[in-house]
């Protein structure tokens, strides 16, 4: 049910859920029939990445196939910090949220004896990911579930607004500050909430080269971090190593099934360079493919997929969506090498939520990419993503059904006016352009400590709410990533390039031990960075 937003905002009982993607549905739809509001930047279906996702979910519903086996992989993916407890939770209860979708309309792909079909992803020990009309998974998912929604009464849809910082009062949540997502100068208002569920999805924007939406680019981490709730693991960024260079942004994906079918990568020489790296040469694991993409184009090599001989002709009727994306770029992929770089694909790290997606804030809950289960360590197991969006979104939507907390009735609270001019575009590409050099798939501890001084400026001095809010979620991913002096799953230091059996913990922070960080390293060095120079001068 779509809602004027002048319907809820004075109610302190409201159940605020930000984020209209697979775990923001999921939650509301839980709730029912307790009253939510659900408030999304773009219109319910857009600017979400579940949308985007091609592969599936991963759930051992297939014979012969065990809960255990699937939290085996997804303990071995994340390399030595993952949560056991939760990864063995998420997949005994995928099935059961599999259910959940089918429930709410999702018709997921059958085999000729009427069971679900499962495929086969890198790094899976069986065939387990559930899937729609091939690739088109998260399209069909995202469409089920915002019908259900729009026609759920307890469901009040809030759409075009942007979550920009949480009210609080004794450490506990009051309210969310909200603004209109296409006029930025407009004057912000505050929606009173007993409970505020961040469901904002991840931070691949941050980066110039990703593969995620604009509307992924950490906003909900960091008004948590802000409020000073505890954060986890911010420095594990999954990049994946095929993103098709054809100056779209986001970047599309060629994806992993072509090299499967044998397509290789190429520099500029035409000369295959993944053998040197690893002996799987293309098929090694996502990460260190992405890292022998980017040392080409950092040596000015290029880098290049090569299906012409692996696929040629047949690639436009096994790939359509890879093909187009080709064409579209002026790129025929049977006849030419396709231009490749790694993007910024999924974010390990978010706000740190217990069992139930409660975070450390009193009244704050996480559920999605933005959230910190433990369940994906150092680097994420393909197709787990969307099955911990449903099984969190479910966790989160229980606790706060069984213990609605009471609130005295307090006042609306009067909008602050942040001084807020026209979004710093500039400013916004040159963090992204310093994320994806500095923060980045091969990082070191100098051009960190540059990041850190750089988005520490901008987080403290700008007077644009986007653009501090970006610069907050940049500077813990920054933080935390100089803090780990080893290198572990998808994050891989230069000057520290091995990993370190006394650093196999995660990393929990908050945003003032981010800052601090900063501020030591600014003692070290006064060096002026361009970056901050340039981002602060425009806001
Ligand atoms: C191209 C691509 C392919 C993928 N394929 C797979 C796959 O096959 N399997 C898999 O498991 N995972 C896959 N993933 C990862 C997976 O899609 C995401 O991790 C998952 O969808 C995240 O769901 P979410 O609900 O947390 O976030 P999203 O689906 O990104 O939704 C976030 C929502 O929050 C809104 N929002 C953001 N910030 C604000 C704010 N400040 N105020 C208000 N609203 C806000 C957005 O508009 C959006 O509605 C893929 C990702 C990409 C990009």
Not at 117 to 134: D, L, Q, T
Not at 135 to 147: F, H, N, P, R
Not at 423 to 446: D, E, W, Y
Not at 465 to 484: D, F, G, H, Q, V
Request: net charge neutral; hydrophobic share 50%; glycine share 8%.
């Amino acid at each position: 049910m779509s809602s004027n937003i002048q319907d809820v905002i004075r109610s302190p009982d409201n159940i605020v859920i930000v984020g209209g993607g697979l775990a923001g549905l999921f939650c509301a739809l839980k709730l029912a029939p307790h009253p939510v509001v659900l408030v999304s930047a773009a219109p319910l279906g857009e600017g979400a990445a579940s949308a985007w996702a091609q592969g599936g979910i991963a759930a051992a519903v297939a014979e012969g196939d065990t809960p255990q086996a699937h939290a085996a992989d997804t303990i071995a993916a994340g390399a030595g910090i993952v949560d056991a407890e939760v990864a063995l939770t998420l997949a005994r209860e995928a099935p059961a949220r599999i259910d959940d979708l089918l429930r709410y309309g999702v018709r997921f792909d059958r085999d000729l004896e009427g069971r679900l079909a499962v495929g086969r992803e890198a790094a899976h020990s069986a065939r387990r990911i559930v899937h729609v009309r091939g690739d088109m998974a998260g399209q069909a998912i995202i469409a089920a579930l915002t019908q259900v929604v729009r026609h759920t009464p307890s469901v009040n849809v809030i759409e075009g607004f942007v979550a920009e910082a949480l009210s609080t009062a004794d450490a506990t949540v009051t309210g969310v500050q909200l603004r209109k997502a296409d006029d930025i100068t407009a004057r912000p208002v505050t929606m009173a909430a007993s409970a505020v569920v961040l469901a904002t999805g991840g931070i691949g924007h941050l980066y110039a080269v990703t593969t995620n939406p604009p509307q992924a680019s950490g906003l909900g981490l960091a008004i948590a971090a802000r409020a000073g709730a505890a954060i986890a693991d911010p420095e594990f960024v999954q990049f994946h190593p095929t993103a098709i260079m054809v100056g779209r942004d986001p970047a599309p994906l060629a994806t992993e099934a072509l090299r499967g079918e044998g397509a290789t990568l190429i520099n500029a020489r035409g000369e295959r360079f993944m053998q040197a790296h690893h002996p799987l040469a293309e098929l090694a694991p996502r990460d260190i493919v992405a890292r022998g993409v980017f040392a080409e184009i950092s040596a000015n090599r290029g880098a290049f997929l090569d299906a012409r001989v692996a696929l040629g002709g047949r690639l436009a009727e096994k790939f359509p969506t890879v093909h187009a994306s080709c064409l579209a770029g002026g790129i025929d992929p049977a006849k030419a090498p396709i231009p490749i770089a790694p993007a910024a694909h999924y974010h390990m790290g978010g706000i740190l939520v217990d069992a139930h997606g409660r975070s450390s804030i009193d009244g704050l809950w996480a559920a999605g990419e933005v959230a910190a289960t433990g369940a994906h360590g150092a680097n994420r197991l393909a197709s787990n993503s969307l099955l911990e969006a449903v099984v969190y979104a479910t966790k989160v939507a229980e606790a706060i059904a069984g213990q609605r907390r009471r609130l005295p009735v307090v006042a609306p609270v009067e909008a602050p006016r942040p001084r807020n001019g026209a979004f710093p575009a500039v400013a916004a590409k040159t963090l992204r352009a310093m994320m994806s050099s500095h923060v980045g798939v091969i990082r070191n501890g100098a051009q960190l400590a540059d990041a850190i001084r750089a988005f520490a400026a901008v987080e403290r001095d700008s007077g644009n709410i986007a653009l501090k809010n970006m610069a907050t979620t940049a500077l813990l991913a920054a933080a935390s990533a100089w803090n780990r002096r080893e290198s572990r799953g998808a994050h891989f230091r230069s000057d520290h390039p091995s990993e370190q059996p006394v650093l196999a913990h995660r990393t929990i922070t908050t945003l003032a031990a981010a800052r601090d960080v900063a501020e030591m390293l600014c003692e070290r060095s006064r060096e002026p960075i361009a970056l901050a120079n340039a981002c602060l001068e425009e806001t």
